[in-house]
Nanobody, 126 residues
Framework: QVQLVESGGGLVLAGGSLRLSCAAS????????VGWFRQAPGKGREIVAA????????YHADSVKGRFAISRDNAESTVSLQMSGLKPEDTAVYYC???????????????????WGQGTQVTVSS
C-alpha cells in the first residue's frame, strides 16, 4: 500500500508561482512512476505531467509546457511540480498518482495508476 500526500496548493494571482509536492510513504521510491493530474470544476481529470522511475524522462501537457516542471527526489520519496506563469484556467484540484514500474516509461492515462493522493486545490485569480 502506497500513501501519497500532496501539499503546496493555494490561492495565487495570475502570473504567480506555486510549488506542489507529493510525499510518498514507500522506499525505494525509484520503483514507482508518478504523474500529476488535475480536475477543474465540471471537467474531467487530465494529465498535467509525468515522470519515470528515476526521472530520466518527463512529460508535460501542451497546456503547461514551458510553465510547469515536474521533478523528483527519490532519496526523499517526493515528486514536485513547479508551476509558474499561472493562469486562471490552471484552477483545479491537483492530484499526484503513482504506480509500480519495471520499465523506464511514464504513464499518461489515469487508469494506469494504482495509488492516488487526496488532492490539493490550486486557485488562480485574474
Amino acid at each position: 500500500q502506497v500513501q501519497l500526500v500532496e501539499s503546496g496548493g493555494g490561492l495565487v494571482l495570475a502570473g504567480g508561482s506555486l510549488r506542489l509536492s507529493c510525499a510518498a510513504s514507500v522506499r525505494p521510491f525509484s520503483d514507482y512512476a508518478v504523474g500529476w493530474f488535475r480536475q477543474a470544476p465540471g471537467k474531467g481529470r487530465e494529465i498535467v505531467a509525468a515522470i519515470t522511475r528515476v526521472g530520466t524522462k518527463r512529460y508535460h501537457a501542451d497546456s503547461v509546457k514551458g510553465r510547469f516542471a515536474i521533478s523528483r527526489d527519490n532519496a526523499e520519496s517526493t515528486v514536485s511540480l513547479q508551476m509558474s506563469g499561472l493562469k486562471p484556467e490552471d484552477t483545479a484540484v491537483y492530484y499526484c498518482a503513482a504506480r509500480r514500474a519495471v520499465t523506464g516509461d511514464y504513464y499518461l492515462e489515469d487508469f494506469a495508476y494504482e495509488w492516488w493522493g487526496q488532492g490539493t486545490q490550486v486557485t488562480v485569480s485574474s
